[in-house]
T-cell receptor, first 112, second 117 residues
Framework: GENVEQHPSTLSVQEGDSAVIKCTYSDSASNYFPWYKQELGKRPQLIIDIRSNVGEKKDQRIAVTLNKTAKHFSLHITETQPEDSAVYFCAASNSNDYKLSFGAGTTVTVRA | GAVVSQHPSWVICKSGTSVKIECRSLDFQATTMFWYRQFPKQSLMLMATSNEGSKATYEQGVEKDKFLINHASLTLSTLTVTSAHPEDSSFYIC?????????????FGPGTRLTVL
């Protein structure tokens, strides 16, 4: 099955700085890579996703890059704000069973 | 659009009792529903996949007789935790996938916090 690894496990940044989270996956059949933000006790919230036919996608302060050859994808948050503090999960799935395999999560703390 | 509800949002029960959690897609027909369990400070772990009208597929290590899943319609799936024990205390989250309209994207319910005393 798919194995998704995520680093770092914790990340502390100064407000206004950038945050980068990296994930790798193992299954070459994976073709959908969403990123979720989860606040304590809440559901995961999709913040951005990318499909395997695209190398980069941006939405305001958030961007995701995908390197299919190396099987890794990254989340970039620019101009971080205190409200960006949360746990972020990467995930991967394929079009056979659509199961999502999640990374272990990154706790992001933005210092004011 | 693409709203998923879950009920109850929290439940406290005594050891040995059974608890049923409902997951509903409110504005779309869910081809597939997924059930996850999340322990504190951990990631989401897929428990099972259910397709409407067919038996659920359980992930390795998940006891199908303990976690009963029913997907009776395209908008409703239920998870019953039978003979619950304290180690079953966790955050249970469902998600739904809506077929060709949304491709791979899953829409998550708000979760159910289960505490077994």
């Amino acid at each position: 099955g798919e194995n998704v690894e995520q680093h770092p496990s914790t990340l502390s940044v100064q407000e206004g700085d950038s945050a980068v989270i990296k994930c790798t996956y193992s299954d070459s059949a994976s073709n959908y890579f969403p990123w979720y933000k989860q606040e304590l006790g809440k559901r995961p919230q999709l913040i951005i996703d990318i499909r395997s036919n695209v190398g980069e996608k941006k939405d305001q302060r958030i961007a995701v890059t995908l390197n299919k050859t190396a099987k890794h994808f990254s989340l970039h948050i620019t101009e971080t704000q205190p409200e960006d503090s949360a746990v972020y999960f990467c995930a991967a799935s394929n079009s056979n069973d659509y199961k999502l395999s999640f990374g272990a999560g990154t706790t992001v703390t933005v210092r004011a | 659009g693409a709203v998923v509800s879950q009920h109850p949002s929290w439940v406290i029960c005594k050891s040995g009792t059974s608890v049923k959690i409902e997951c509903r897609s409110l504005d779309f027909q869910a081809t597939t529903m997924f059930w996850y369990r999340q322990f504190p400070k951990q990631s989401l772990m897929l428990m099972a996949t259910s397709n409407e009208g067919s038996k659920a597929t359980y992930e390795q290590g998940v006891e199908k007789d303990k976690f009963l899943i029913n997907h009776a319609s395209l908008t409703l799936s239920t998870l019953t935790v039978t003979s619950a024990h304290p180690e079953d205390s966790s955050f249970y989250i469902c998600s739904a996938r809506g077929g060709q309209t949304f491709l791979n994207e899953q829409f998550f319910g708000p979760g159910t916090r289960l505490t077994v005393l």
